[in-house]
């Protein structure tokens, strides 16, 4: 607060709002902490404040200020789904807008959604330049409810509007103040005493109630036009493909343009109201909310001390090796990336660099970044330059036997309170701690995929991983961007072991009577972003063959045998043109049926709802199975994993989530059919039972 606020009077409107004065100019001064959330009582306070600034003749002029660490992050979200309080936003903004006294916004922190439309809705709009403006609504999956579909492109036009509203991403003040939206940078220090002094100008000039519904010039041009709205559709339809959300926020602005400002209203309040009571926009909020929360872990407080990490090793320069070497580079640490082999180690760094230089063709990194990079990266083939390192990643192959050795010499290389994670994706941690004299300091840390790209970690707690280790890895989660989550030992941790039923049962379906291209149709039109047999082209189907054991028992082995080992080969379980654009295989069909026959399996059609529920139901009763078993610590941690590592559509809110907005009864009912005509693999954990039978979901647990 600006002094000369402090020392004048003050009327405390609620608890967390408060109207200041300073001379002519009310500060209308909201504190409603973390992030000044729109909530009922703030919407409450803020129409009282205008109103009573507005009845008292000596006030000439508004402006409306948040203390703490940011002006309104947006509605309340924990009010949506609930029953509606009053004022709603669309009216508190109307109010503000009505005002017969000039409102200045002063923005600070991350003016967001309904903070913007706030912002908007007053009559000039300063900012400090560490602010941020946007509209995550579409995030949410929502639109700007509060008039920003409307307000919006009449300040900036409507194709800025498009990519602002429909991306989400938030822009500097310096950006916001060159489109329009802000009127004035003023010092970072400075913004309160600022905004007054903005406050005063506006009264001394007698500058007009500017207000952004009366605008047209910006959406003049664009009026009549539906090819602008179309031509964006279509750039954009791989990244909009399922939601919901995209192209309300398309339709409104389009209104915008071509409508009256109420008519354009009238639309985005009905549109809101039906995304915000839809499936889509609860299973993105949950997934909001499930973000935060996984970093919370019962038994390990806030406060727990780190241990410090300054230098990382990394055993291995593979693909996984030189991604996850990357992360630690990409926030700055230096990292020794140990290899047994010269030309591995050469191939490993060639690889980062090509990473890195086409990154900066692509302009994301300048060629100074690409060098300040390799430069903390050193290469070595020895594993004891690893000695003063803090921490310590092996990436090497996937097997005991190696894992054992490496942990047992690691152990006599690093230095006493070193951190010795093993990237392994399914092997259990307990095991490779017991090589070691520090099973306290050892625990696993999954990377996917690319390592450096995929935003999941499973951090893998041992049984005798320390507290402080275990929230060191999270907070380096962190601190290299990543999400992590804290899973528990078992095959294949939460992800790969909740792949394991859907590939089972993938592999299944097409013996019984699917082809690779009916499941893969299935589950990318769920919202995958491939099906399993897809991706195993992708992946290549030889990881983990080889002739001299192969059987020819599955169609993956019969495969590889003939040479078809994915999209590498031109050939997998599709056929695939110079451009890698896959096509079904009459090959294949054959080899399938030729399989079935030869076990004996009478095919039948299969339909639709068979395929995902075996696929996607199978899912869901392994996770209840790695809830019971306490391998993860909440339902929403496991619906992160998924969407963050196999590409689960954000808008189904991840597998459990899914399971209870299908019905856990449901779900229920269909495993025990599948478990009466296909078997045990369907068998309904325990839990899952137990909730069904008292009415409860995961969530309750
Ligand atoms: C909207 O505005 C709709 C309107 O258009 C129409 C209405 C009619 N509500 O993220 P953090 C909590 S939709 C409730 O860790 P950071 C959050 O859960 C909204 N709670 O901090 C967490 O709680 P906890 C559009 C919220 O510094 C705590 O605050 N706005 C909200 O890393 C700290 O959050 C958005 O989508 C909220 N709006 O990041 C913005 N926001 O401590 C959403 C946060 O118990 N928010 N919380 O776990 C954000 O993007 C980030 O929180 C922000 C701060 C960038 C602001």
Redesign the pocket.
Known sequence: MSSAAETSSATRINPVVELRRDGEIAVLAVNSP??N???AQVREGIVEGIRQAGTDASVKAVVLHCDG??F?????????GKPPKQP???EVVDFIEASSKPVVAALH??A??????TALACHYRVAVPSA?CG???V??G?????G?TQRLPRLVGPERALEMITS?S?ISAKAAKEMGIVDEIVDEGNLLASAIAFARKVVAENRPLKKVRDLDDKIAAARGKPEIFQEFRKANARKFRGFQAPEYNIRCIEAAVNQPFDEGIKLERKL?QEL?SGEQSAAQRHV??A???V??IPDISDDTPTLPVKKVGVIGAGTMGGGISMNFANAGLPVTIVEAKPEALERGLGVIRRNYESTAKKGRMSMEDVERRMGLLTGSLNMEDLADCDLIIEAVFENMAIKKEIFSKLDAIAKPGAILASNTSYLNVNEIAAMTKRPEHVLGMHFFSPANVMRLLEVVRGEKTDKRVIATAMQLGRQIGKIAVLVGVCHGFVGNRMLEPRQREANRLILEGAMPWDVDRVLYEFGFPMGPFAMADLAGLDIGWSRETSKGETVREILCEQDRRGQKTGAGFYDYDESRNAKPSKLVEQIILDLSAKKGIARRTISDQEILERCVYTMINEGAKILEEGIAIRSSDIDIVWINGYGWPIYRGGPMFYGEQVGLGKVLDRLRVYEAKLGPEFKPSALLERLVAEGKGFRDL
């Open positions: 973390p992030v959330a729109l909530s660490r940011t309104f992050a947006g509605a309340d979200i924990s009010e949506f709603m936003l669309p922190g991350t967001l959604g309904g903070g913007l439309e941020k509209f995550p609504e995030k949410l929502l639109l700007p409810g509060a920003g989400g938030p809101f915000v909001f909310f973000e935060r929360q970093w919370k």
